[in-house]
């Protein structure tokens, strides 16, 4: 049974936008030859690490949704771990509930209103 997964990925702010497509091209790839399938994928552009990574400041920032066997999440893990463009990244299973609804705002509390006697 195929599950449904979130990945964001920074891949190295060296990379030209041709190498940056080609490294997103070939997870594509790597996904659908694994029976996967992919729902949504969006280049988030070149930003700002919040720290410094295997000596890296800056990164290109990618989000990708689709779906996968659990069986193949090891293989892409690797397939991660073993690319020279891939600077860090993390998979996330997302819920079968749905998405993470945001908590409702609180209210601050209203000071007591006195009673006119």
């Known amino acids: ?25 070939k997870l ?3 996904i659908t030859k694994n029976g996967g399938s992919i729902v949504r994928h969006e ?3 070149k930003k700002r690490l919040a720290y410094e990574v295997k000596d890296q400041k800056d990164g290109h920032y990618s ?11 090891n293989e892409l893990k ?7 463009e891939t600077v860090r990244y993390l998979i996330l299973r997302q819920d079968e509930a749905g998405p993470v609804q945001p908590k409702p705002a609180v209210q601050p509390a209203q ?7």
């Open 111 to 117: 000071p007591p209103v006195e009673a006119a006697v």
């Open 78 to 84: 690797r397939f991660f771990s073993l690319s020279e």
């Open 43 to 45: 280049k988030k552009g």
């Open 1 to 25: 049974m195929q599950r449904d997964y979130e990945s964001m990925y920074i891949l190295r702010p060296n990379l030209e936008d041709e190498q940056v497509d080609a490294a997103v091209k």
């Open 63 to 73: 989000l990708i949704n689709f779906t996968l066997e659990p069986s193949q999440i």
């Open 28 to 30: 594509e790839d790597f």
